[in-house]
């Protein structure tokens, strides 16, 4: 079935330093895409979104590329902080209106 | 963000049990709720979707006679755990969505409650 995956399970990036975490999809149908932070122990936090008609968006210190091509989507960190440790879930939207959650990425910032 | 409370944050009940988790969207209408389980180490995993006013729909493999899903009114969904199991300890989670304008696509989901059926 479609599913929404992510090439690394876990990542340790030095404070200070950018993250990039990575986020394959498979249903070419899916429009809208999510990416949620999820501390331990609560919900998910929406971090930032893009629509398929948009390759690039930009936060507060995130970044969000959406590759449509090779169905790839990666979310960036600038300036890493304890902070972001967190598991990073990204999530697409598709015709049935529903999240498609991939597994998680656990990211580790190190002092 | 929109603002999602979920209450209780964790319970502890004995087996055979029931247990009744409220969801409230408290900025917003939500004219769609999700109800996701998630266990430890693992991703989000959708249980049911619901409609204000209409029947849930369940996913694949979810008993709906075991996980009763009301969704009343627009800010409040409410999953009950009925004869509950140690099997059925787990996170949920709920989302709200609204129907449209800057909330219409988005999920916000609420700070999850914590069951542990002993």
């Known amino acids: 079935g479609e599913s929404v995956g992510l090439h690394l399970p876990t990542l340790s990036v030095q404070e200070g330093d950018n993250s990039i975490i990575n986020c394959a999809y498979s249903?070419?149908?899916?429009?809208?895409f999510i990416w949620y932070k999820q501390e331990s122990g609560k919900g998910p936090q929406f971090i930032i979104d893009?629509?398929?008609?948009?390759d690039k968006r930009q936060g507060q210190r995130v970044t969000v590329l959406l590759n449509k091509t090779v169905k790839h989507l990666s979310l960036q960190i600038a300036a890493t902080q304890p902070g972001d440790s967190a598991v990073y879930f990204c999530?697409?939207?598709?015709?049935?209106?529903?999240?498609?959650f991939g597994s998680g990425t656990q990211l580790t910032v190190l002092p | 963000g929109a603002v999602v409370s979920q209450h209780p944050s964790r319970v502890i009940c004995k087996s055979g049990t029931s247990v009744k988790i409220e969801c409230r969207s408290l900025d917003f209408q939500a004219t769609t709720m999700f109800w996701y389980r998630q266990f430890p180490k693992q991703s989000l995993m959708l249980m049911a979707t619901s409609n204000e006013g209409s029947k849930a729909t369940y996913e694949q493999g979810v008993e709906k006679d075991k996980f009763l899903i009301n969704h009343a009114s627009l800010t409040l969904s409410t999953l009950t755990v009925t004869s509950a199991h140690p099997e059925d300890s787990s996170f949920y989670i709920c989302?709200?969505?609204?129907?449209?304008?800057?909330?219409?696509?988005?999920?916000?989901f609420g700070p999850g409650t914590r069951l542990l059926v002993l």
């Open positions: 989302s709200a969505r609204g129907s449209s304008g800057g909330k219409g696509e988005t999920q916000y």
């Open positions: 893009i629509r398929s008609n948009m």
């Open positions: 249903n070419s149908a899916s429009d809208y």
């Open positions: 999530a697409d939207v598709g015709s049935a209106r529903q999240l498609t």
